[in-house]
């Protein structure tokens, strides 16, 4: 299957600061990219939809000016969580849809678990 | 409204067969995925229907009947490994996912 990276892994920081997080395609290009979060034992939550060269449709609840997405590039879609706050602690995980073909499959990224003190 | 229903729990004995039951109700229908999540790790894709039947992959089968709004994950010869959360995900007519909370699979040697 295709193969999506994220990074960081994990990243601890003061409230009041900024995150960014980037997910890249590796072996393909994606239109689409998705921003997810999920706290512990809850399902995973569509935070946004990312499109290359558009700007991102957010969810309803969920505050573009904090969570600032960019799709600059087929394979980069980058979230950038602003002036975090210790509730904005969560895991964090983006999907890029690979493109053709029947199906549309979203695949992952292995999640960024962010710790806000 | 949009909704998933899923067991939240289930446990199977290692060697065994198990079988996970979803029921959905979207707005439009685009297939539905089957993604497997480890605790702590992002989910990994399994399978994906959008016929009615079986899609048979190594151990692992997903079943679709659109007409009942049904699907079924089938994991044979079950190994430790395959202990997880298994999430149903049926795309909806703008092609999103539609997430419910999944179900954890325990399996006991």
């Known amino acids: 299957g295709a193969v999506v990276s994220q990074h960081p892994s994990r990243v601890i920081c003061k409230s009041g600061t900024s995150v960014k997080i980037e997910c890249r395609s590796l072996?393909?290009?994606?239109?689409?990219m998705f921003w997810y979060r999920q706290f512990p034992k809850k399902s995973l939550m569509l935070m946004a939809t990312?499109?290359?060269?558009?700007?991102?449709?957010?969810e309803q609840g969920v505050e573009k000016d904090k969570f600032l997405i960019n799709h600059a590039s087929l394979t980069l879609s980058t979230l950038t969580v602003t002036s975090a706050h210790p509730e904005d602690s969560s895991f964090y995980i983006c999907s890029a849809r690979e493109p053709g073909g029947d199906s549309d499959t979203q695949y992952f990224g292995p999640g960024t678990r962010l710790t806000v003190l | 409204g949009q909704n998933i229903d899923q067991p939240t729990e289930m446990t199977a004995t290692e060697g065994a067969i198990v079988q996970i039951n979803c029921t959905y109700q979207t707005s439009g229908f685009n297939g539905l995925f089957w993604y497997q999540q480890h605790a702590g790790e992002a989910p990994t894709f399994l399978s994906y229907?959008?016929l009615d039947g079986l899609e048979e992959k190594g151990r692992f089968s997903s079943f679709l009947s659109r007409s009942k709004g049904y699907s079924y994950l089938l994991l044979k010869e079950l190994q430790m490994k395959d202990s997880a959360s298994y999430l149903c995900?049926?795309?909806?007519?703008?092609?999103?996912?539609?997430w419910g909370a999944g179900t954890k699979l325990i399996i006991k040697p």
């Open positions: 072996d393909f290009q994606a239109t689409t």
């Open positions: 995900a049926p795309s909806d007519s703008n092609y999103q996912l539609i």
């Open positions: 229907n959008v």
């Open positions: 990312s499109n290359e060269g558009s700007k991102a449709t957010y």
